[in-house]
């Protein structure tokens, strides 16, 4: 009783082996095939793109607005001045050659 248990798990255990077989070389198929047609449409996009830079096609943007244009340069001239300085604290050296606080020296 025991053989025909066996023999009906070992044959079900087959399907399911050939089945998920199956299932992964269809997966890889498709995966292939939807990879191969991102590819080619992302080349005809950069084609696209390249052939429109060349042929100055990208010239419709409009030239940003004076207001922003002036907020942009007291932006630059804010970030310019906080490169420029900075706070400098001076540690001092005691005479044993190593660094000291402030109080140290007094």
Known sequence: MLL????????LML???ISLGGFALW?????EQ????IDEKLALAIQALVDKLM??????F??????????????Q????QKMNTFD??????????QFTGATDLE
């Open 88 to 97: 400098a604290n001076i540690t001092q050296r005691g005479p044993d050659g």
């Open 62 to 75: 409009e030239p940003p607005n004076p207001i922003q244009g002036a907020i942009a340069q007291l932006i």
């Open 27 to 31: 997966i890889r198929i498709y995966i």
């Open 15 to 17: 399907i399911n082996l």
């Open 34 to 37: 939807a990879l191969m047609d």
């Open 55 to 60: 042929s100055g096609g990208l010239a419709e």
């Open 4 to 11: 025909p248990d066996t023999l009906i798990l070992g044959v």
């Open 77 to 80: 001239g804010m970030a310019h």
